[in-house]
């Protein structure tokens, strides 16, 4: 059974970088996501990764700004957030799609979620 644990949240001034880490432990072959949810709105898809890597989609709100990758030697998926602003300001978690074979950006295809990192941006 696959368990996910997202770190390296925190508060950063707009404009600043940020980069989240989601361990993943389990079984490893899966697509992995990020998604976020700001307060009063609902989880929104953010980026996802392939297990080979090869195929990788961004919301347009992040495109540009963030960089979804992983290392499967360590387990480990990662976003990069570089020029942050306060509309990026949310709970954001992991999320893994166990199915193999399909690369997707819809909330409900996944099925193991991480507990969620926080990240604040202030101007």
Same mark, same amino acid.
């Given at each position: &059974?696959?368990?996910?644990?997202?770190?390296?949240?925190?508060?950063? &001034?707009?404009?600043?970088?940020?980069?989240?880490?989601?361990? =993943?432990?389990?079984?490893?072959?899966?697509?992995?996501?990020?998604?976020? &949810?700001?307060?009063?709105?609902?989880?929104?898809?953010?980026?996802?990764?392939?297990?080979?890597?090869?195929?990788?989609?961004?919301? /347009?709100?992040?495109?540009?700004?963030?960089?979804?990758?992983?290392?499967?030697?360590?387990?480990? +998926?990662?976003?990069? +957030?570089?020029?942050?602003? =306060?509309?990026?300001?949310?709970?954001?978690?992991?999320?893994?799609?166990?199915?193999?074979?399909?690369?997707?950006?819809?909330?409900? /295809?996944? /099925?193991?979620?991480? &507990?969620?990192?926080?990240?604040?941006?202030?101007?």
């Amino acid at each position: &059974q696959v368990q996910l644990v997202e770190s390296g949240g925190g508060s950063v &001034q707009a404009g600043g970088s940020l980069r989240l880490s989601c361990t =993943v432990s389990g079984h490893t072959y899966s697509t992995l996501g990020w998604f976020r &949810q700001a307060p009063g709105k609902e989880r929104e898809f953010v980026a996802v990764i392939s297990w080979s890597t090869i195929l990788s989609y961004y919301a /347009d709100s992040v495109k540009g700004r963030f960089a979804i990758s992983r290392d499967n030697a360590k387990n480990t +998926m990662y976003l990069q +957030m570089d020029s942050l602003n =306060v509309e990026d300001t949310a709970v954001y978690y992991c999320a893994a799609d166990t199915k193999i074979g399909r690369t997707t950006q819809n909330l409900s /295809d996944y /099925d193991v979620w991480g &507990q969620g990192t926080r990240v604040t941006v202030s101007s």
